[in-house]
């Protein structure tokens, strides 16, 4: 079945660094990827939609600034937490959608960010 | 807007117990519906779909049938087994490209 590779999984970093998360889709075309954050036992949060070549549309209350994202190509997203801070520490997914009808996203593995 | 409701969680069953978790949904359209699930440290897997009223998602001994009268997509499973043990998303979409909305999830634990 259809794959997105989310790397990395895990990341430490201190606080006021720049972190990137890269989402790939590795067998198929994604139109579109989606960014989502998860708190603790929670459900997950949409953060923004990218479509590739286009600017990300942000969730109301995402700040774009902070959370910098790229759609370069049709099989790559990447997210840039920017100056991260604890509060930033979090469970961020992507998912890809090949774009046709009905076709479900697809989601990645997760990046677990923790910011000390 | 669009919605979905699960109910309430968490859920513990003895293995080999039968499941049934609720999901409700509102939606201004024809959404297509999705079960999710998420193991611990994962990310989400999709483990079945329907896409139009009164079709039978099914996977892995777990099935969900779309009904639209009662705006229903509830989870069932015959005989859960421990591997089942998990958190479990039940979320719509109204259209390709579109975003997902999930419900809170609820998470099952089934004790052998």
């Known amino acids: 079945g259809a794959v997105v590779s989310q790397h990395p999984s895990w990341v430490i970093c201190k606080s006021g660094t720049s972190v990137k998360i890269e989402c790939r889709s590795l067998d198929f075309q994604a139109t579109t990827m989606f960014w989502y954050r998860q708190f603790p036992k929670q459900s997950l949060m949409l953060m923004a939609t990218?479509?590739?070549?286009?600017?990300?549309?942000?969730e109301q209350g995402v700040e774009k600034d902070k959370f910098l994202i790229n759609h370069a190509s049709l099989t790559l997203s990447t997210l840039t937490v920017t100056s991260a801070h604890p509060e930033d520490s979090s469970f961020y997914i992507c998912?890809?959608?090949?774009?046709?009808?009905?076709?479900?996203?697809?989601f990645g593995d997760g990046t677990r960010l923790s910011i000390l | 807007g669009d919605s979905v409701t699960q109910m309430e969680g968490p859920v513990t069953l003895s293995e080999e117990a039968c499941l049934t978790i609720n999901c409700t949904y509102t939606a201004t359209g024809y959404p297509s519906l999705f079960w999710y699930v998420q193991y611990p440290g994962e990310g989400l897997q999709l483990l079945l779909k329907?896409?139009?009223?009164?079709d039978k998602g099914s996977n892995k001994g777990f099935e969900a049938t779309y009904r639209k009268e009662t705006t229903s997509f509830h989870l069932e499973k015959g005989s859960v087994q421990v591997s089942d043990s998990a958190v479990y998303f039940c979320a719509l979409s109204d259209g390709a490209n579109s975003k997902l909305t999930f419900g809170k999830g609820i998470t099952l634990s089934v004790r052998p």
């Open positions: 998912s890809a959608s090949p774009g046709f009808s009905n076709q479900p996203q697809h």
């Open positions: 329907a896409t139009k009223a009164d």
């Open positions: 990218s479509n590739e070549g286009s600017k990300a549309t942000y």
